[in-house]
């Protein structure tokens, strides 16, 4: 990555593309091609399941030391209505 020089990316998968939804043609060109680019610019990935974590690695073949689960906090600092 010369262009970045000494910047490292980070990148957080909120959500990762099941292997049902994968099977549609137009997504799983779509997953292919953006698999590709972000495994050629980012240097780290965060995770927020086990569940992510094993689909990002299986499905773009990131290596599992280069990903981090950071679980979501607790959400009961909202109002119920």
Known sequence: MPFLG???IVLEFHEAVDPFKSAILPIKV???VMGKII???ASH????SRADLDLIT???GIRKEKVSIV???IYDHYEKN
């Open 6 to 8: 000494e910047y490292k």
């Open 58 to 60: 299986s499905i773009y």
């Open 30 to 32: 779509y997953s292919r």
């Open 71 to 73: 679980s979501h906090g």
């Open 39 to 41: 495994k050629s610019l």
């Open 45 to 48: 990935y965060v995770v927020h």
